[in-house]
C-alpha cells in the first residue's frame, strides 16, 4: 500500500535530519577512532608510552571545538586533572601534530592552534581581528580559481591555507551601538 504523503514535508524532513545527524555522528565516531590508531601506531615507531595523561589530553582535544590553543587546552584537561602541566600538553599537541592527527594553525594573534586533522574536508578561515572569532567556511569557487591561478602559473597544487581577516558581524553590531 503507498505510503500516505506528509503535510508539508515536515515529518519527512524530521526524519531525514536524524538519519543525517546519525550518519556524521558515525562518520565522525569513525574519523576518531582512525586517529587513535595514526597516533597509536606513530607512538609505538617512536618508542613512545601511551600514559594516562596523554589519553586524557587526547580526548578533551577530540570534545573541543577547532582551533584550540594550548592555553585553552591546558585550562580544559586541568579541570579533569589539575596535576596536569603546561609541557605535558604542548609535547602532547606536538605530537599529535607529528603524527597527522592534529594542524597546527598560526593566525594574526600570535597564538599556535590546533584542529583535527581531516584530509577529506578542506576549509578556509574567516577571522575577525576584534575578537577573535575563527569561523571555517568551504567555497568551491575560490578553490576552483586558485586550482586555475596556480596551473596558469605552472605549479601543481599540494596544499594551500587562506585566511580573511575582517570585523565579524557582533563586532560591528557592537561598534554601531556605542557611535552616537
Keep these: 500500500m503507498p505510503r500516505a504523503a506528509s503535510s508539508g514535508g515536515k515529518t519527512e524532513g524530521k526524519a531525514e535530519k536524524a538519519t543525517d545527524a546519525y550518519e556524521?555522528?558515525?562518520?565522525?565516531?569513525d574519523h576518531l577512532e582512525q586517529m587513535r590508531v595514526v597516533l597509536n601506531d606513530y607512538m609505538l615507531k617512536k618508542g613512545l608510552r601511551s600514559t594516562g595523561q596523554r589519553r586524557?589530553?587526547?580526548e578533551t582535544f577530540f570534545e573541543s571545538p577547532n582551533h584550540v590553543s594550548i592555553e585553552e587546552m591546558l585550562a580544559k584537561v586541568r579541570a579533569k586533572d589539575p596535576k596536569v602541566g603546561y609541557a605535558t600538553v604542548y609535547r602532547t599537541l606536538k605530537l599529535l601534530s607529528e603524527c597527522g592527527v592534529a594542524y597546527e594553525r598560526r593566525f594574526e594573534d600570535g597564538l599556535t592552534r590546533y584542529e583535527l586533522a581531516d584530509e577529506q574536508s578542506h576549509h578556509d578561515h574567516?577571522?575577525?581581528?576584534?575578537?577573535?572569532t575563527i569561523n571555517e567556511f568551504e567555497e568551491e569557487k575560490i578553490e576552483r580559481l586558485q586550482e586555475k591561478v596556480a596551473?596558469?602559473?605552472g605549479y601543481v597544487l599540494r596544499s594551500h591555507k587562506h585566511e580573511l581577516y575582517g570585523v565579524c558581524?557582533?563586532?560591528q553590531a557592537k561598534a554601531a551601538g556605542n557611535v552616537g
Design 169 to 171: 558581524p557582533a563586532c
Design 24 to 29: 556524521d555522528h558515525r562518520r565522525e565516531a
Design 126 to 132: 574567516l577571522i575577525c581581528v576584534e575578537c577573535g
Design 151 to 153: 596551473e596558469r602559473h
Design 56 to 58: 586524557l589530553i587526547l
